[in-house]
Each structure stands twice: as structure tokens, then as C-alpha cells.
């Protein structure tokens, strides 16, 4: 089962744990509780680490946070929703969660929080594993383009099916069909009384993409202390080059990849997701007694 467990973030935002995995008979948390955080990516929520945390949970404590502004966390008017705010989110959920010194599974933007509070606080990260974010900057250019496809969108759209259709199919970013990317957007979208929409804003998405897609990231990389794999899908956004510049600059980086992925990795494939990381899992991670 699942079970939520609301965390207090930075500047008091509410925010939404799940834990995938029966609750503790004793109402207490589980002898030798630390465990994994699963941070998603920009417009991700919690659901969609859902295959990853239960194979993960029959041997760990496996928690997966819905960041500020996305899933059913707050999402606050004016935010912040700053690098600073999301990497103290992480770190309180970690503490108020008694699951340090934790391994941190990121996707994306998920896995730049991820590196960001590791180099933060080497004293609360056990291991990390960084999937499809780049440590360069992207720049403007990619700023103005995200600024572009989110007025693409046809929203409100009229079925669920609309949106596996548009954004498995239809989407001018999309280079060959791709179901489970409709899947994954799917599942960020509410009805509402004209239709299906995001349960997120795209003005709070572009506010968030904007504190970190103008700036590189190799500094506070290069901080990570603990053993780290970088994940990369073949067809993802991580070239291999830079990736394995990155795993050069981690002082205990490990390089995976995963054929037949694209961007959205451990939704992609998620049995190449597992065979890749799991190895490395099973060395960091101790089992719950």
C-alpha cells in the first residue's frame, strides 16, 4: 500500500511524502529506517516512481516526495520556488522522515536537488544516483523554446485520451510515438470543469526551470563526497560525452546507461532502469532488519 506523509518544507510549505510500503504494525517507523528519497523532475510527481519504490521497498524504506508546486504539495502563489527552496524541502523531508543518512534517487531537475543537497550536507547522503540532468547550462535559448511548447499545449484537453494522444504523438517535441510518454503526462493532469488540465502550474514551472537553466552546476558536482551513478538513457537529454565528463568530476562517480530510453528513463524502461541501478543500490543501501 501507500501511504502519505505530509512533510513541513522551507517557509512552511506543505508537502506531500508517499511511502510505498504497509505501515510499521507498531505505528512507529521501521528498525534501521534510513532509506531512499525519490526526487522527480519538473511537472513530475510522486506516481510516477511508483514500479521503482515497491521493488525498492521489499528490501528498503522508500519514500518519493511531491517537490513544491507539483503533485499534491503546495504549490504557493509567489513560491519561492528558488534552487535554495527546493534543496531545503529535500533536506527537511529527510530529517522530518528519520530516513538519513539517505540514498538519493533524482530524475532531472529532481537529480540537481539531489547533488545540490549532497554537497550541502555530506553528513545526511549515504549515495546518490543522478538520472538524465546535465550538469552545463542550457541557456536562454532553451528557456525561450520551453516558454514556446508550454503555449502549445491545447489545453483544456477534452479525455485523458487526448493527452496520451497529444503528448505521445502529437507534440512537436516528440520525434516517434512514445505511449509511455502520454502515460507519464497522464498522470500530471486533473479534470476540471472544462476539461483536463495540469495539476501544476506552467508559470511556476517556468519560474522554477529558470534558477538553474542559466547557470552550470559542475562546481557543487564536484562537492559530492558519496558514491554516485550517473544515469543516462540513450535517447535522453544527457549526452554520453558529458556524463562521463560528470562521473570524471564526482570523486566516487559510476556511469550507467539504458538502451531503448529516452528522457523519462525509469518510466521509459523500467526493467533496464532496475538492471542498471539496482547492483549499485544493493552496495550503498542496508537492508531493513
Given at each position: 500500500m501507500?501511504?502519505r506523509?505530509?512533510?513541513?518544507?522551507?517557509?512552511?510549505?506543505?508537502?506531500?511524502?508517499?511511502e510505498?510500503?504497509?505501515?510499521?504494525?507498531d505505528?512507529?517507523?521501521?528498525?534501521?529506517?534510513?532509506g531512499?528519497?525519490?526526487?522527480?523532475?519538473?511537472?513530475?510527481?510522486?506516481?510516477?516512481?511508483?514500479?521503482?519504490?515497491?521493488?525498492?521497498?521489499?528490501?528498503?524504506?522508500?519514500?518519493?516526495?511531491?517537490q513544491?508546486?507539483?503533485?499534491?504539495?503546495?504549490?504557493?502563489?509567489?513560491?519561492?520556488?528558488?534552487?535554495?527552496?527546493?534543496?531545503?524541502?529535500?533536506?527537511?523531508?529527510?530529517?522530518?522522515l528519520?530516513?538519513?543518512?539517505?540514498?538519493?534517487?533524482?530524475?532531472?531537475?529532481?537529480?540537481?536537488?539531489?547533488?545540490?543537497?549532497a554537497?550541502?550536507?555530506?553528513?545526511?547522503?549515504?549515495?546518490?544516483?543522478?538520472?538524465?540532468?546535465r550538469?552545463?547550462?542550457?541557456?536562454?535559448?532553451?528557456?525561450?523554446?520551453?516558454?514556446?511548447?508550454?503555449k502549445?499545449?491545447?489545453?483544456?484537453?477534452?479525455?485523458?485520451?487526448d493527452?496520451?494522444?497529444?503528448?505521445?504523438?502529437?507534440?512537436?517535441?516528440?520525434?516517434?510515438?512514445s505511449?509511455?510518454?502520454?502515460?507519464?503526462?497522464?498522470?500530471?493532469?486533473?479534470?476540471?470543469?472544462?476539461?483536463?488540465?495540469p495539476?501544476?502550474?506552467?508559470?511556476?514551472?517556468?519560474?522554477?526551470?529558470?534558477?538553474?537553466?542559466?547557470?552550470?552546476?559542475?562546481?557543487?558536482?564536484?562537492?559530492?563526497?558519496?558514491?554516485?551513478?550517473?544515469?543516462?538513457?540513450?535517447?535522453?537529454?544527457?549526452?554520453?560525452?558529458?556524463?562521463?565528463?560528470?562521473?570524471?568530476?564526482?570523486?566516487?562517480?559510476?556511469?550507467?546507461?539504458?538502451?531503448?530510453?529516452?528522457?523519462?528513463?525509469?518510466?521509459?524502461?523500467?526493467?533496464?532502469?532496475?538492471?542498471?541501478?539496482?547492483?549499485?543500490?544493493?552496495?550503498?543501501?542496508?537492508?531493513?532488519?
Amino acid at each position: 500500500m501507500v501511504r502519505r506523509i505530509d512533510v513541513t518544507g522551507a517557509d512552511g510549505v506543505r508537502l506531500a511524502a508517499w511511502e510505498f510500503a504497509d505501515p510499521p504494525k507498531d505505528g512507529g517507523e521501521p528498525e534501521g529506517s534510513s532509506g531512499v528519497l525519490l526526487l522527480h523532475g519538473l511537472m513530475g510527481r510522486s506516481s510516477h516512481w511508483a514500479e521503482t519504490a515497491r521493488w525498492l521497498s521489499e528490501r528498503h524504506r522508500a519514500v518519493a516526495l511531491d517537490q513544491r508546486g507539483h503533485g499534491r504539495s503546495e504549490k504557493p502563489a509567489d513560491g519561492p520556488f528558488t534552487r535554495e527552496a527546493y534543496v531545503a524541502d529535500a533536506e527537511a523531508a529527510v530529517e522530518q522522515l528519520g530516513l538519513g543518512p539517505v540514498t538519493l534517487i533524482g530524475h532531472s531537475m529532481g537529480a540537481l536537488t539531489a547533488w545540490q543537497l549532497a554537497a550541502k550536507r555530506p553528513d545526511l547522503v549515504r549515495a546518490l544516483v543522478v538520472c538524465d540532468m546535465r550538469a552545463s547550462a542550457l541557456g536562454a535559448a532553451s528557456q525561450r523554446e520551453w516558454e514556446d511548447w508550454f503555449k502549445a499545449w491545447p489545453v483544456p484537453f477534452a479525455t485523458l485520451a487526448d493527452v496520451r494522444k497529444w503528448f505521445g504523438e502529437d507534440d512537436p517535441w516528440v520525434e516517434r510515438p512514445s505511449p509511455a510518454r502520454g502515460e507519464f503526462f497522464a498522470e500530471v493532469m486533473a479534470e476540471r470543469s472544462d476539461g483536463w488540465r495540469p495539476v501544476f502550474s506552467r508559470r511556476q514551472m517556468l519560474l522554477s526551470r529558470a534558477t538553474w537553466v542559466y547557470e552550470a552546476h559542475w562546481d557543487e558536482l564536484s562537492q559530492v563526497q558519496c558514491p554516485t551513478l550517473v544515469v543516462r538513457g540513450l535517447d535522453g537529454e544527457l549526452g554520453r560525452a558529458e556524463a562521463q565528463e560528470m562521473v570524471r568530476v564526482l570523486p566516487k562517480g559510476r556511469y550507467a546507461e539504458v538502451v531503448e530510453a529516452g528522457h523519462l528513463v525509469h518510466y521509459d524502461q523500467p526493467e533496464g532502469w532496475r538492471t542498471a541501478i539496482e547492483p549499485f543500490l544493493e552496495e550503498t543501501l542496508t537492508p531493513l532488519r
